[in-house]
């Protein structure tokens, strides 16, 4: 076998070796996503159950606090020496 043609092997082995790497981390990369999502669900889940359990045991008093909107901005007055 010619220099060459130990070279090309070596570097195809290595080729080979790195698509199969890419695979495993896809493959990785897919089961990761798929628990995360199912993370934020469940996480979303027990916030939702947590405040409507707080909205039942302390529900609000009285009417809904209503801001009142800022007052205009009055005269400004300008003192002026005599």
């Known amino acids: 076998m ?7 092997v070596a570097l195809n082995d ?3 070796k ?3 790497r ?5 493959a990785r990369e ?11 669900t469940h996480i979303t889940e027990q ?3 947590e405040e409507q359990s707080l909205d039942e045991t302390n529900p609000p008093i009285g009417p809904p ?6 007052k205009p ?7 002026r020496p005599s």
């Open 30 to 40: 897919t089961e990761l996503l798929a628990q995360n999502k199912d993370l934020c």
């Open 22 to 26: 890419i695979r495993e981390l896809e």
């Open 2 to 8: 010619s220099p060459t043609t130990r070279t090309f």
């Open 14 to 16: 290595q080729l080979n």
């Open 47 to 49: 916030l939702t159950a």
């Open 18 to 20: 790195a698509h199969h």
């Open 65 to 70: 606090r209503i801001t009142p909107p800022p």
């Open 73 to 79: 901005p009055g005269r400004l007055l300008v003192h």
